[in-house]
């Protein structure tokens, strides 16, 4: 049993090359015993954007707070707090904030 508790693991700031206004938490991972799957908290400012990426893994996703897009190839869907999404693997995509406000929500991955 791992126990992480909510101010342990503040999000930061992420550094990739075409991320703006993003931070992210790693709540629970591989290095907590996790032998299957990665938790994240991610915060993306008003204005800002996670970059333009793929992968061979598919990201399942709750909304927390704000409102915001997730882009993929073609087509642009739009989201709020309390939806959930699911990015298949390799598809190509990225999270918009489209709100007035932060944009926030939980990720996890394989």
Not at 55 to 60: F, I, L, N, P, R
Request: with cysteine; proline share 7%.
């Amino acid at each position: 049993m791992k126990h992480v508790p909510k101010d342990e693991r503040a999000p930061r700031p992420v550094g990739v090359e075409g991320a703006k206004g993003v931070s992210v938490a790693k709540l629970v991972a591989k290095d907590d015993g996790a032998p299957t799957a990665a938790m994240r908290h991610f915060v993306i400012e008003a204005g800002g954007n996670t970059p333009w990426h793929a992968h061979d893994w598919e990201h399942v996703v709750y909304v927390l707070e704000g409102e915001g897009a997730l882009v993929t190839e073609g087509k642009e869907t739009p989201f709020s707090a309390g939806d959930a999404l699911l990015v298949e693997p390799d598809e190509q995509h990225n999270f918009l904030n489209t709100g007035d406000g932060r944009l926030r929500f939980l990720c996890v991955v394989p």
